[in-house]
């Protein structure tokens, strides 16, 4: 695997659980005969599309999930480049198109989770953030993320609808960058997903953002087209996402701070 490919993103192996298929509470396509599904998602899924990922190899014996999270931006490139996958989830419709327009998938995506910014600060708040404004303040370092990444874009559509430019110190390629500069108390504060914020705990707290409803980023799946190399490959990847759109998926989804499509 190329060396730029693994700095992107980072494949994690899905752990088997030992449980029947009967236990799984949706009805969703046979997954053929099973084999390794390569799934690449935006790194603000990374949390949820884990245990969707166990639970799924839990329902489908013999089905390995393996997952590429990365900015939805990389991600993309990495497919436009001929990265092999089999079922992609970006973080907005953007980088999605640019798949589609690649003639890379095999059908129409399907919006599966919505999200929203928010301002994660270090713990106890050093400096004093209450709002969006402060974040434009002399002497306030701000992270964000790139404006090509779905969470830049989307704080991008907030300073135009607040008429507040902001002067970031650093622009990062995921939301996962971003939350890693404010938790480790190199910024100020920093424009995340609430869901970055609901699964980092008591590293980083949370500053309320209702502008943030001017720019709700909604999140697409879709199979690719190379997952028809095999019919094991197509019919697991179009069980993967019947899994992610129905009930359970969005149970976990909703658990980890996702809104509804």
């Known amino acids: 695997m190329p060396e ?14 030992v449980l029947a298929l009967g236990a799984c509470a949706d009805t969703t396509p046979a997954a053929g005969r099973g084999g390794e599904l390569t799934v690449f998602a935006a790194a603000s899924l990374s949390r949820p599309f884990t245990e969707l990922a166990q639970d799924f190899e839990a329902a489908h014996p013999g089905t390995t ?6 900015g939805s931006s990389d991600l993309a490139a990495q497919l436009v480049a001929g990265a092999p996958a089999d079922v992609f989830a970006a973080a907005d419709e953007t980088n999605m198109a640019r798949v ?9 995506p399907a919006d599966f989770a919505a999200n929203t910014l928010t301002i994660a600060v270090p713990p106890g708040n050093p400096a004093g953030i209450t ?12 992270v964000m993320c ?20 902001l002067s970031p ?3 990062e390629s995921s939301v996962a960058g971003v939350l890693g500069k404010v938790s480790s108390g190199e910024a100020d504060a920093g424009l995340v997903y609430v869901t970055d914020v609901k699964a980092a705990g008591s590293s980083v ?5 209702p502008e943030a409803a001017d720019a709700v980023n909604r999140y697409p799946i879709v199979r690719l087209s190379g997952s028809g190399k095999s019919d094991g490959n197509s019919d697991a990847a179009d069980a993967f996402i019947q899994y992610v ?14 809104g509804a499509p």
């Open 4 to 17: 730029r490919f693994s700095r992107a993103g980072f494949l994690v192996p899905a752990l088997a659980a």
């Open 100 to 108: 589609l327009e690649a003639d890379l998938a095999a059908g129409e």
């Open 65 to 70: 999930v393996r997952l590429n999270f990365a």
């Open 245 to 258: 759109v129905g009930s359970q998926g969005q149970s976990v989804l909703r658990g980890a701070g996702f």
């Open 205 to 209: 707290e949370e500053v309320p953002l």
């Open 146 to 165: 790139a404006v090509q990444v779905p969470c830049g874009a989307a704080a991008e559509r907030i300073e135009a609808a607040s008429g507040t430019a």
């Open 169 to 171: 110190v650093s622009e």
């Open 131 to 142: 709002g969006f404004g402060d974040l434009a303040a002399p002497g306030v370092q701000v």
